[in-house]
């Protein structure tokens, strides 16, 4: 039993640890480690680089217009056409401000 307790006690320290920052984002702040422009591709050239549905790791810079309000794990981007991009984050892989 003690055990059980124990690993219950270490997921929900671990749980409330992960989660964002509770602060409003505002333009330019820089959470965890800094991400650098080079070689980021505008959200518009997405559908393009996309058509053959092959998987592809990709770098795209664009304006952020919704974000997952419980845990930042998806976002929308905007494109030109007012039209969104959905993003979500693979396998929880890290998490965007809300």
Do not use: H, R
Not at 28 to 47: S, W
Not at 83 to 96: H, I, L
């Amino acid at each position: 039993m003690k055990l059980i307790l124990s690993f219950a006690a270490l997921l929900i320290a671990t749980l409330g640890l992960a989660q964002p920052p509770d602060v409003p984002a505002t333009p330019g702040t820089t959470y965890g480690d800094e991400v650098k422009a080079t070689g980021a591709i505008p959200v518009a050239e997405l559908p393009q680089l996309l058509k053959n549905d092959q998987p592809q790791a990709v770098k795209v810079q664009g304006t952020v217009t919704d974000v997952c309000p419980k845990m930042g794990c998806w976002l929308a981007l905007e494109m030109p056409d007012k039209s969104t991009v959905f993003v979500k984050m693979k396998d929880y892989g890290f998490f965007v401000p809300t």
